[in-house]
T-cell receptor, first 115, second 114 residues
Framework: SQQGEEDPQALSIQEGENATMNCSYKTSINNLQWYRQNSGRGLVHLILIRSNEREKHSGRLRVTLDTSKKSSSLLITASRAADTASYFCATVPTYGSSNTGKLIFGQGTTLQVKP | EAGVVQSPRYKIIEKKQPVAFWCNPI?????LYWYLQNLGQGPELLIRYENEEAVDDSQLPKDRFSAERLKGVDSTLKIQPAELGDSAVYLCASSLMAAGGELFFGEGSRLTVL
């Protein structure tokens, strides 16, 4: 079952522009993670944000989390052609106060960065 | 440090044939996952192991799919018999944390069932 929904499904921008992807989810979570997947490759972890955090940065990546709206966004600043990939959000739901340990992925956003 | 290793990378079989995928996780990672990824979709969890115990196999179609993780290290995922709808990428991932931490993925095994 899919928990997260990414928006937009596809995004095409010019090199140097910023790219913003959004993720909405349905249940309470322990944390939310973002992954990148280049075509034909495995997924690579980008960043993890815990439910008690609101914003996190890593290099050109900025992630926000709004647990009241059950949503997150990933911002890639000053995009490069090498950022072309699919980006997935993944959530770890909680059941009561327990961490389920499951990592449930959304459908992904396909980002194309044109040189 | 070696990453998660999967084999084979590609497999083409006729329907009703058996197929097996192998995964070697990162050394020291006790948690191992098998995910299925259809084209254009996100990965869907099939089974999660903590050491040699399958702690979540609720989404594994047990009539044709089986998995094992002997000695809590390598893992094998088997499909017997394969159906056309099983064509997908089978991803293995491992994690240092028991629950909900960062996952390290292998390159995946792409299965085509004819």
């Amino acid at each position: 079952s899919q928990q997260g929904e990414e928006d937009p499904q596809a995004l095409s921008i010019q090199e140097g522009e910023n790219a913003t992807m959004n993720c909405s989810y349905k249940t309470s979570i322990n944390n939310l993670q973002w992954y990148r997947q280049n075509s034909g490759r495995g997924l690579v972890h980008l960043i993890l944000i815990r439910s008690n955090e609101r914003e996190k940065h890593s290099g050109r990546l900025r992630v926000t989390l709004d647990t009241s709206k059950k949503s997150s966004s990933l911002l890639i600043t000053a995009s490069r052609a090498a950022d072309t990939a699919s980006y997935f959000c993944a959530t770890v739901p909680t059941y009561g106060s327990s961490n389920t340990g499951k990592l449930i992925f959304g459908q992904g956003t396909t980002l194309q960065v044109k040189p | 440090e070696a990453g998660v290793v999967q084999s084979p990378r590609y497999k083409i079989i006729e329907k009703k044939q058996p197929v097996a995928f192998w995964c070697n996780p990162i050394s020291g990672h006790n948690t191992l996952y098998w995910y299925l990824q259809n084209l254009g979709q996100g990965p869907e969890l099939l089974i999660r192991y903590e050491n040699e115990e399958a702690v979540d196999d609720s989404q594994l179609p047990k009539d044709r799919f089986s998995a094992e993780r002997l000695k809590g290290v390598d893992s094998t995922l088997k499909i017997q018999p394969a159906e056309l709808g099983d064509s997908a990428v089978y991803l293995c991932a491992s994690s240092l944390m028991a629950a909900g931490g960062e996952l390290f993925f292998g390159e995946g095994s792409r299965l085509t069932v004819l």
